[in-house]
């Protein structure tokens, strides 16, 4: 899938579900594009969001690379499996509206001042914050935020 591609198939339903839960179309898109690679590394068939299992989830072991103590590694770890993309999108928004960790990070802050919270939690890459950023510009993903 190309980027346009994938933008387009995303796009639709991060808008609408997004929008439900007042959270940004443009950082859930760019999270997407990177954690699959624009679609080229979905876990199943539809975890575009690198998202790990919890006790009771349906899932998949795969390989997969982390930092931990600033250090690159190679590790096998257990990631969700959807039965469809809205479900995906779904569990994101839930993820970032019910977790405390989020929860507190996500009213009344700007787009970047979101990222730059959001990042250093959701993922071990130290530079994520700006590889979303970066992302969402660099594909115009403010379009779809309502």
Request: aromatic share 14%.
């Amino acid at each position: 899938m190309t980027p346009d591609e994938f933008i387009n198939w995303l796009a639709p339903a991060a808008r609408r579900i997004c929008r439900s839960y007042r959270l940004y179309a443009s950082v859930c898109i760019a999270q997407a594009a990177i954690e699959s690679g624009w679609g080229r590394y979905t876990i199943g068939d539809y975890n575009i969001f690198g998202r790990k299992a919890a006790a009771g989830d349906l899932f998949t072991e795969v390989r997969t690379r982390e930092y931990y103590n600033g250090e690159l590694v190679s590790i096998v770890d257990k990631f969700k499996l959807y039965s469809s993309l809205e479900d995906a999108i779904e569990d994101w928004c839930q993820l970032l509206t019910q977790e405390p960790v989020y929860v507190k990070h996500i009213d009344n802050t700007s787009l970047e001042t979101f990222v730059q919270t959001l990042a250093p939690i959701y993922a071990t890459n130290p530079n994520y914050a700006r590889d979303i950023l970066l992302t969402i510009a660099a594909n115009q993903l403010t379009q779809y935020d309502d």
